[in-house]
């Protein structure tokens, strides 16, 4: 792929992520609206309207792309287009902390080529962080060049974790945050999958896992760990609902995270 393609795809993410971010802030005080309410998730008004303004964007620079939001009917949804090019968005990711006022959340746009991720935008409005990296330049925070932490025992390590939206219907997450408490230094639970990545991409962390996440969540973040030198790995390829299970590391605590994952 040519640089300037590259260059095109990211000035495009930023500006759809930069778009549908500050529409979220402009009206925080509408954060409560909500179309459906879950028992551990809620669907919001706001998920709905960024998801339109950012894909506004994206629709009228590439119109011949596709585009996969998690606000969407997925059962319509038809698979990358002919030219190979998918944008994945996730409008508010961290949609319970955003409508409890909680200021970590954040807007991802990932673009993947013939399943590849080739530029991952994500950016936290209320916290004035903007994250970007394509399949050739760095991972950058602010502009700023990011890297993941030196730490290399998984003892000495900070995790990132989640409790899946459905977990009532299994007990695995919880099974799995004791044995990360019990090997770790800390596990950590912050609710913005896409934001802990990013902290793993500028070292304030080590690792992070969850075993049932969507694509939409990961989509942009997992190329800014890796070109910030960290590692990630789909334990779990992404299901008909688009779920999956994932896990992004410094590289140095890698191999020590999926043994302890995978370890009876
Ligand atoms: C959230 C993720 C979080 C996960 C939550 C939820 P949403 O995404 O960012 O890591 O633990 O269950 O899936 O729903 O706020 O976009």
Request: glycine share 6%.
């Amino acid at each position: 792929m040519t640089t300037t393609s590259q260059s095109s795809l990211i000035e495009c993410a930023v500006s759809a992520a930069k778009t549908a971010g500050k529409y979220a802030l402009a009206n925080f005080s509408r954060r409560r609206e909500v179309v459906k309410s879950f028992k551990h998730d809620v669907k919001l008004k706001l998920d709905q309207e960024c998801q339109v303004k950012a894909i506004s964007v994206i629709r009228k620079r590439f119109p011949q792309h596709s585009i996969l939001g998690e606000e969407d009917d997925h059962d319509a949804y038809t698979g990358s287009a002919a030219n190979g090019y998918q944008w994945i968005v996730d409008p508010i990711d961290g949609t319970v902390n955003f409508s409890h006022g909680l200021p970590v959340w954040c807007c991802s746009v990932g673009v993947w080529k013939d399943g590849e991720a080739v530029a991952g935008v994500v950016y936290a409005p209320a916290l004035g962080e903007l994250y970007t990296a394509t399949s050739d330049q760095p991972a950058m925070c602010n502009n700023r060049q990011i890297k993941v932490s030196s730490v290399n025992k998984l003892a000495d390590s900070i995790i990132m974790t989640g409790i899946d939206k459905e977990f009532d219907s299994k007990l695995k997450p919880l099974a799995i945050f004791t044995k990360l408490s019990f090997n770790t230094q800390k596990v950590r639970v912050i609710g913005s999958a896409a934001w802990d990545l990013c902290q793993v991409a500028r070292g304030f962390c080590d690792g992070y896992f969850e075993s049932a996440i969507y694509l939409w969540d990961i989509a942009a973040a997992g190329l800014i760990v890796e070109k910030a030198g960290g590692r990630t790995r789909m334990i779990k390829q992404p299901d008909l609902r688009h779920r999956l299970s994932y896990v992004a590391t410094n590289g140095r605590i890698h191999n020590q995270l999926i043994n302890l994952l995978t370890r009876q």
